[in-house]
């Protein structure tokens, strides 16, 4: 590689010395200052040059020769300074007005973080005190690596600002590479867009705390796009908020991929001796196309990231009475619709908004989280307790970020919302944003839900956030700690969500903001699952879904039935369920209003669920048939031991057979992930199957017509010995 050859003066050889244990995930040249990462499938070369300069010289399929990588592609941290090649990971002013950083290699150990090996790089500034621990953790069996950054002060006088300070940064040598992320805008959320890498910058970020997109991205060489195999570069940012990635390609064609906080109008000032700790990136490899991206990042969130207590436990079926009731609740509406939701086979009973004083519609009642004593007058828990008797536990909406004006939380503080003195001030939905960044937002948030957690046996929060942050000023911080508004205010947000859950273990939290506003990692390790999208048009979900699923596991993703019909288009319940049922299924129609036929309907779906949700949920996703590219959707999903599959077939339109030609499309679905030699049965579909018959051959599951769908279980056909 040579653009930047004149930065390194490169006397560094891998092949001097790299002991290559296969079991170890890091091993260290015998100069003590080379390390190879290793993955299932992938390698990450690193190296310190004998100026000291820590470069990164490979991050691909580990096939590759390691005595090949004699240039280093970029530097491990890239920083503002010197030539200013690349996209800095690090930008500094230093008390004399001095941005310029020069780091200088230190030292290196090999830790162990939370069970998994984790090179740790220390570089220093060769003159103002300045150090920048870099972190690499090797997740060997997800084919991923978490970076991020300690960057701290080591003087005793000066502060040191920090304008930019992102998690981690790689190259990739010179290719044409597109790239997919996932985009959206309320109602239709994680759009894969897909582009082209030319010469520049792109970037997408998060200004407003909510994207209704991902900081997800998959890179691969151009026009190589495929499902099932390819090379991919991928990854995520585990960080709600503001968040930026960037992906730099390079006049003579080489690409770097940098992602973190996005710093715009922010910055940080370091005192001496403190520090400052990035989120983490995740990057991986996979020669396994879009699936090994679906497949890792699923498995990855699904045992490492969501909530720990409550990760392996069986999603439960969850009536929720937003669109029966809107914010006109009462006991009596609520225990009726709780009835028969238990009879349906519903586990967990949720309330949404509606419920606190003042809440009459959005105008009013954000902030003051008591219970309405007009609506209920002898307050929830006697509700809760016939619920409770009918076998169901309860949940509740909560949306604590947000105050409406009309409220007595913000008559008594109006000083806690965000608002410019002299400035416009921007309500969204009738509400302003606290200012959760300070100390007294957070007691009193703590204080009115461990309160309303304490006096009422709720099992199930849904945590809502429906405003854009606007006007982020912090008059009361100390003007050195104004303009770092933002990441205080996601600490204390982290803190909440952790401290409420560490205090109520038994409690499910859900992650809503207008529906999938705020959908990434750093939510996913505090809640258990989130609420993909306020559209729940079955038509709309079924991209919106496929989508979600290339980057979120199944388990972490809530989807309801509704009466919403965004096209008017009067979908079939059994379609509607069937959609659902991919994920982790909840039921939000008037079901008091429900004819015996559609209860019917109901009960026998929300059994069968029951039946495949461990599959689903647990499952390798293969996502057979795009939605973007046919009309129709299939999924499949397959248990570990390759013993079980669950396959969704969604029709989107009707083919006549003699269109198939015109449409391109086999009637057959050829399956993935099974075991070739062993036979399966096929719920529904006579006869037995090699795996190797359904895999290679393929089979043509009997669903017709458009918005038909079919759910199909096969399974292993034990022979006895
Ligand atoms: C948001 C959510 C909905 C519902 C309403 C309640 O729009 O996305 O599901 O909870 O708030 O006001």
New binding site residues.
Partial sequence: MKFMKKFFIVLFVFATGIIRAQTEPITTANDGKSWTLETKSSIYQIGSSDQGVVGMYYFGNKSQDPTKLRYPLGEEVTVRGGYSATTPMLEIVFKDRVRDVELTYVGSEIQTVDGYKTLVIHQKDKFYPLSVTEYIRVLPEYDLLEKWMEVKNTGKKDMIEIENAQSGTFFLPQNAYELTHLAGIWGYEYQPNVTKLTQGVKTFQVKDFRSFGSSFFAVRPEGEQMETCGEVWFGSLQYSGNWRMDLEKYPRGELQVTGGINFWDQSLMLKPGKSFTTPKMIIGYTCRGMEGVSQNLASYTREKILYPSHRSKVRPVLYNS?YATTFDVNEEHQLALAKIAKELGVEIFVI??GWFKGRIN?KGGLGDWTVDKNKFPNGLQPMIDKINAMGLDFGI?IEPEMVNPNSDLYRTHPDWVFHYPNRTRHEGRNQLMLNLAREDVYQYLYDSFSKLLRENNIKFI?W?M?KSLTDPVFPSAPSDEQRAVRIKYVENLYRLLETLRAEFPDVWFEN?A??GGRVDLGMMARTDFS?AS?NTDPVERTFIQYAFLNAFPSNSMISWVTHEDWHKQNHPLEFKFDVSMCGVLGVGYDITKWTDKEKAVAREKIARYKEIRETVHNGDLYRLVSPYENNRSVLQFVNKAKTEAVVFVYNLAEYPDNAILQTKRSKLIKLRGLQPEVSYKVEGIDGTYKGAQLMDIGIQFPVRGAFKSGIFKICLLYTSP
């Fill in positions: 937003w949404d908004d959005d909406w849904k809502d429906n809503c207008s529906g609420w306020d």
